[in-house]
């Protein structure tokens, strides 16, 4: 018997098929993700995933963990942030990008909270300082205001005044998002970041996006051996040939 599926069906599955799963621990996952040519997921095209097909695929109120990555300064030098944006605007891993998702497997020997040691490297890993001053509210569910004022949601969510052009999208999908959530959730507060604390040496971590029902929080403080890690592998189209 033949039958025709509706076109929105059809769309639903081409994604389906240019994104593959890999649950298990970070520093297991990662390596297989990248040797199948993949690009990890971005917080940006999660935050687009949920609001254009969360009805279709309901595992997207799932929690995910990111290629945007978190490397904390020593604190014996600063208390700085340095948001590491790995994936490019077309879903490319980039050269710097890869060298740091590299750090992220199985040889590598943690810090006893379980993130990748980089104070020999961390002045040399390209990214985006967020001071502490600049940070902004942490540790609770924000107002919506308070979101769209979030210096580090504005930068995972590749606001083009925050980022490098090679990564810059939609300058409106946080406040996009941040009103999706909030007609998901039914609550005036959401979207809290919760970060992880500096400690005696720099140290790397990726961050995850929560639950939809733990009002989508973003967080830095996850352990990379977690057996509940879960990653999501992009297949990126080939870029166009440049010869005649």
């Avoid at 890999?22 to 993700?33: R, S, V, Y």
């Avoid at 590299?102 to 002045?123: F, G, H, Q």
């Avoid at 979030?150 to 930068?155: A, G, L, Q």
Wanted: with cysteine; net charge negative.
């Amino acid at each position: 018997m033949k039958y025709s599926l509706p076109n929105e069906q059809i769309e639903v599955r081409k994604v389906v098929e240019m994104y593959k799963p890999f649950h298990g621990k970070n520093t297991e996952q990662m390596p297989l993700l990248l040797s199948e040519g993949r690009s990890p997921l971005w917080t940006a095209r999660f935050m687009r995933r949920r609001i254009d097909h969360s009805n279709a695929l309901p595992d997207l109120v799932s929690y995910l963990d990111t290629s945007d990555l978190i490397a904390y300064d020593s604190r014996k030098r600063s208390n700085d942030v340095k948001i590491i944006l790995t994936v490019d605007k077309n879903g490319r891993v980039t050269p710097n990008g890869r060298k740091v998702l590299d750090l992220i497997n199985s040889n590598t020997k943690l810090t006893p909270d379980y993130a990748v040691p980089i104070s020999e490297v961390y002045d040399a890993l390209d990214g985006i300082v967020v001071p502490k001053v600049e940070i902004g509210v942490i540790e609770r569910d924000l107002k919506e205001k308070e979101i769209l004022d979030s210096r580090i949601w504005r930068i995972v969510a590749r606001n083009p005044d925050e980022v490098p052009t090679e990564f810059a999208e939609d300058k409106g999908l946080l406040k996009e998002y941040a009103c999706w959530v909030k007609t998901q959730t039914k609550q005036d507060e959401n979207m809290g970041v919760y970060l992880d604390s500096n400690s005696d040496i720099a140290k790397l971590k990726a961050a995850y996006v929560n639950w939809l029902e733990c009002r989508s929080q973003l967080c830095g403080e996850g352990s990379l051996v977690s057996v509940n890690g879960r990653f999501v592998g992009f297949l990126a189209p080939e870029a166009p040939s440049t010869t005649d």
